[in-house]
């Protein structure tokens, strides 16, 4: 049995894994054609979840953190949480939980609960939804979306170091994946004023 061919270090390596594993596993319950789906920084400001929120049914997803564990030793091992947001808009207030004709809030968690926890993602870890809720959002968007969240985590992920060394070459040669060339701004900082 070979191992999976996990994306390079400087790409991401098991985090990127991580999570292109839990968007593909969210895509076989909620399809792109049907859902949109959107990348959710920290600290959002009100406008932009607001300009997610327009179009719903939706994914929304993140990343958290990746906390070492007690299997971490010779390799960095940790749990990694890939925070998911599900958006729903309804016509009525009412029918919010339930849904009509898209989908509710208890439908849209009980899916993607029932899609996410306790699946692999084949060479990085299992996943576990540790919660779902229905209230963060609540004091700051119309009373006609609802935003559900999940923190989802995957258990055990780790890298390799001979694999992380083995890549060292290829991360001072970034061949393109990154660009370091300073961006003109318009900003100064005074520092080269006399």
Same mark, same amino acid.
């Given at each position: 049995?070979?191992?999976?061919?996990?994306?390079?270090?400087?790409?991401?390596?098991?985090?990127?894994?991580?999570?292109?594993?839990?968007?593909?596993?969210? +895509?076989?319950?909620?399809?792109?054609?049907?859902? +949109? /789906? $959107? $990348?959710?920084? %920290?600290?959002?400001?009100?406008?932009? !979840?607001? +300009?997610?929120?327009?179009?719903?049914?939706?994914?929304?997803?993140?990343?958290?953190? !990746?906390?070492?564990?007690?299997?971490?030793?010779? #390799?960095?091992?940790? #749990?990694?949480?890939? %925070?998911?947001?599900?958006?729903?808009?309804? &016509? =009525?207030?009412?029918?919010?939980?339930?849904?009509? =004709?898209?989908?509710?809030?208890?439908?849209?968690?009980?899916?993607?609960?029932?899609?996410?926890?306790?699946?692999?993602?084949?060479?990085?870890?299992?996943?576990?939804?540790?919660?779902?809720?229905?209230?963060?959002?609540?004091? !700051?968007?119309? &009373?006609?979306?609802?935003?559900?969240?999940?923190?989802?985590?995957?258990?055990?992920?780790? /890298?390799?170091? #001979?694999?992380?060394?083995?890549?060292?070459? &290829?991360?001072?040669?970034? #061949?393109?994946? !990154?660009?370091?060339? %300073?961006? %003109?701004?318009?900003?100064?900082?005074?520092? &080269?004023?006399?």
């Amino acid at each position: 049995m070979t191992s999976p061919v996990l994306p390079l270090l400087r790409d991401g390596g098991p985090l990127l894994a991580a999570f292109e594993g839990v968007r593909a596993l969210l +895509e076989q319950a909620f399809p792109t054609n049907l859902f +949109e /789906y $959107h $990348h959710v920084q %920290p600290r959002m400001s009100a406008a932009r !979840w607001a +300009e997610i929120a327009r179009v719903a049914p939706a994914i929304g997803m993140s990343l958290a953190d !990746w906390n070492a564990n007690a299997l971490s030793g010779m #390799d960095f091992c940790g #749990d990694v949480s890939v %925070p998911v947001f599900l958006v729903v808009r309804q &016509d =009525k207030p009412g029918l919010l939980l339930k849904g009509a =004709k898209t989908p509710g809030v208890l439908g849209m968690m009980a899916v993607a609960i029932f899609a996410l926890d306790s699946k692999r993602i084949e060479g990085v870890g299992q996943i576990a939804v540790r919660r779902a809720s229905n209230l963060e959002a609540a004091n !700051w968007i119309d &009373d006609r979306t609802a935003i559900v969240t999940l923190n989802v985590v995957i258990k055990n992920v780790s /890298y390799s170091k #001979d694999l992380a060394r083995a890549q060292l070459a &290829d991360l001072s040669n970034v #061949d393109g994946t !990154w660009d370091f060339d %300073p961006a %003109p701004t318009e900003q100064n900082s005074g520092a &080269d004023e006399t």
